[in-house]
């Protein structure tokens, strides 16, 4: 049976690593279905998301990565998937996550959606919290992998300007990412 996991992924987290690598044990195959979406403005294109994914993945044989737009069910027919594969880190996300799987019923009674409950530890973990710590300066290598990190920085350095430093105690100035945890690779 082919599942599909639709997301952002921008940028691809352990938390999705974790639901796509516990989904091919439980699936035929899964695709791992990025999103174009028109109402966003994402940190990395969707190419750039596409072979960050293929990078974290090349060790599981039956999953594969595509793009896509418009209905995530319409998608779903046109790739013979039976199966909308979702991952849950609280109640919050459940309320929403429940709310469009009746939605997807709605328009095909042929999909089921299959929710994962995350593992403990990335409960806490989405795409806008990594971008949001590697923004400010913070160390994100234990939430993506390592190249994801990297592309990320990289990012954050070529938006960052020199006036925004950060003055410690001693009057003695650091910029955000300059930090020696943004060292570690």
């Given at each position: ?11 691809v ?7 796509i ?28 998301r596409?072979?960050q ?44 996550e429940l ?53 990320t ?33």
């Amino acid at each position: 049976m082919i599942a599909i996991y639709p997301g952002s992924f921008d940028p691809v987290t352990l938390g999705h690593l974790d639901i796509i690598q516990r989904g091919s044990q439980l699936f035929s195959q899964v695709i791992v279905a990025v999103l174009r979406n028109p109402n966003k403005t994402p940190l990395f294109t969707v190419q750039q998301r596409l072979e960050q994914i293929r990078q974290s993945t090349t060790h599981l044989d039956n999953v594969e990565i595509d793009a896509f737009e418009g209905l995530t069910v319409e998608y779903a027919a046109r790739s013979k998937a039976k199966v909308l594969l979702r991952g849950l880190r609280a109640i919050s996300d459940f309320e929403v996550e429940l709310q469009m799987a009746h939605t997807n019923k709605t328009l095909s009674t042929e999909i089921e959606t299959v929710f994962l409950a995350t593992s403990n530890e990335y409960s806490f973990l989405s795409s806008s919290v990594v971008k949001e710590i590697a923004r400010f300066g913070g160390s994100i290598n234990h939430l993506v992998p390592p190249h994801v990190a990297l592309d990320t920085y990289k990012c954050f350095t070529h938006n960052q300007t020199e006036s925004n430093p950060i003055k410690t105690d001693k009057t003695e100035v650091i910029h955000p990412l300059n930090f020696p945890n943004n060292r570690e690779a």
